[in-house]
């Protein structure tokens, strides 16, 4: 069984930064794919970051490119997004997610089975 706990959110002012952090356990092992999903208020939950769990290689949507950075510890099985510069427009609840089969399609929430129960962004202005 999996499980993933997403932690470090909260209320920052514009053009500050946070740190999220996804713990998982369970079944790791056979993750390929672990992503960053975002949902704000009466919006549809967008991708913002994937990682490849063995390959490290990183994607990123391009609203928060070059202001995200994603970034895995396979020993500890977490991952971590840093946030910097953040935008009124970031706040959202974000989520970690997990998939075991995931295709090029990484940024479609679809591909993901194991979701996190978020953890709440709030930018202000």
């Known amino acids: 069984q999996v499980q993933l706990v997403e932690s470090g959110g909260g209320l920052v002012q514009a053009g500050g930064s946070l740190r999220l952090s996804c713990a998982a356990s369970?079944?790791?092992?056979?993750?390929?794919?672990v992503g960053w999903f975002r949902q704000a208020p009466g919006k549809e939950r967008e991708f913002v970051s994937a990682?490849?769990?063995?390959?490290?290689?990183?994607y990123y949507a391009d609203s928060v490119k070059g202001r995200f950075t994603i970034s895995r510890d396979n020993a500890k099985n977490t991952v971590s997004l840093q946030m910097n510069s953040l935008k009124p427009e970031d706040t959202a609840v974000y989520y970690c997610?997990?998939?075991?089969?995931?295709?090029?399609?990484?940024?479609?929430?679809?591909?993901?089975?194991?979701w996190g129960q978020g953890t709440q962004v709030t930018v202000s202005s």
């Open positions: 997610a997990a998939g075991e089969t995931v295709t090029i399609t990484l940024s479609k929430a679809y591909e993901y089975p194991y």
């Open positions: 990682i490849g769990w063995s390959s490290g290689r990183t």
């Open positions: 369970g079944s790791t092992f056979k993750f390929n794919v």
